[in-house]
């Protein structure tokens, strides 16, 4: 009987840690690092390049180039940001065009078309958001095979489809940031949900794993209740709130915003459901999207980085590759106003950590 009890206490813990091990809806499938929950930071192992290289592309060192930006959709705010700041890094460098023209939503099938057509068009580099990592892949390499530089930034693709990718923030930095600001407003045994976009989105798969991993490390009394998808849309992203608000009540202690429509479009939904103070609302999106409600005291901390930054960063990225200044195996890139950049995880440019906009900060940030 001893024994029987013994090996039933050992099924029964399997199972358990399988059922934990369990991904969060919107979360992939790829290893996760997250930080120490004392907020010290651990030492990344250095990997070889794992990007891709353009077949027999022209020598334009130091000469004009034209750049086609492609973002996952235009006319929301975080991608005019960006495009900003290509134009800023454009400006400054002297030799560089770049215009930015995508979908209006955000369909990976539209995102696709464009770069095709621009790839026919003929352009020395493309730049690019995936709105899918693995669809977008087979165009990127036939820009690649055309002999067209391909960056990525903010939402990547497979590496083998793309040279370099400027990432934002580390993901788990991010992951880690999110979950630490929403425990600090609905304590660490609370629970929540997520409106991210899709559960394709590359970024925000890769952000949900990471802060699923922190939160069993650092929080594990936190529970997670569910994600919903959201596109890019807002007024899905309000009724998607909406309806987490009804559906859990009371139980609902906070709701993460995956996006920069998300999560203004979740704080309008807590507003009008006057959940403020009962619901808490922790995203990612632009300080101006979100001031009516830092100021109104609906929202205490907006996670970020600047975009515009991103943008900036990615053009001066693209140029160096150009130049011969960034090829496999660089450690760093010099940006220019943002100095140096540094190479992490093979192929991937750092622009930095993530940044806590509260009400006493996000007053003074503008985009």
Not at 136 to 154: E, M, N, Q, R, T
């Amino acid at each position: 009987m001893l024994r029987l009890s013994i090996s039933a206490v050992a099924l029964i813990a399997a199972a358990s840690s399988a059922m934990a091990a369990d991904r969060w809806d919107g979360a992939d499938d790829l290893a996760t690092n997250p930080l120490a929950c004392d907020g010290s930071m651990g030492e990344m192992a250095a990997k070889p390049y794992d990007g891709a290289s353009p077949t027999g592309a022209m020598d334009m060192s130091g000469k004009d180039i034209t750049l086609i930006d492609v973002p996952k959709l235009v006319g929301i705010g975080y991608f005019a940001a960006t495009t900003e700041g290509m134009r800023q890094a454009a400006e400054e460098l002297g030799n560089v065009k770049v215009s930015t023209d995508g979908p209006t939503e955000a369909n990976i099938d539209d995102q696709i078309t464009f770069i095709d057509n621009y790839i026919t068009q003929g352009v020395n580099g493309i730049l690019f958001a995936a709105n899918d990592p693995v669809a977008i892949a087979p165009v990127l390499k036939k820009a690649l095979s055309k002999g067209i530089h391909v960056v990525g930034y903010d939402a990547n693709a497979e590496p083998d489809a793309r040279e370099w990718f400027v990432n934002q923030a580390e993901f788990n930095g991010i992951g880690k940031s999110l979950i630490d600001s929403m425990a600090a407003e609905i304590g660490s045994d609370g629970k929540f949900a997520i409106v991210t976009s899709t559960f394709t989105t590359p970024n925000q798969a890769r952000w949900i794993a990471e802060m699923q991993a922190y939160q069993e490390k650092c929080h594990p009394d936190m529970k997670w209740l569910e994600t919903v998808e959201a596109q890019e849309d807002n007024i899905l992203s309000f009724n998607q709130a909406n309806t987490l608000l009804n559906k859990h009540g009371d139980d609902l202690d906070g709701l993460f915003g995956m996006t920069s429509v998300a999560t203004p479009a979740s704080a309008e939904a807590v507003t009008q459901a006057g959940a403020c103070g009962k619901t808490a609302i922790v995203g990612l999106a632009t300080p101006n999207a979100m001031k009516p409600f830092v100021a109104s005291g609906c929202v205490k901390s907006v996670v970020l980085w600047n975009p515009v930054d991103l943008g900036y960063a990615a053009v001066y990225a693209t140029r160096a590759v150009v130049d011969g200044k960034l090829a496999p195996g660089g450690t760093s890139l010099e940006a220019g106003r943002l100095g140096k950049l540094q190479v992490v995880n093979g192929s991937e440019i750092l622009l930095g950590a993530p940044f806590v906009f509260n009400k006493d900060n996000i007053n003074d940030f503008d985009f």
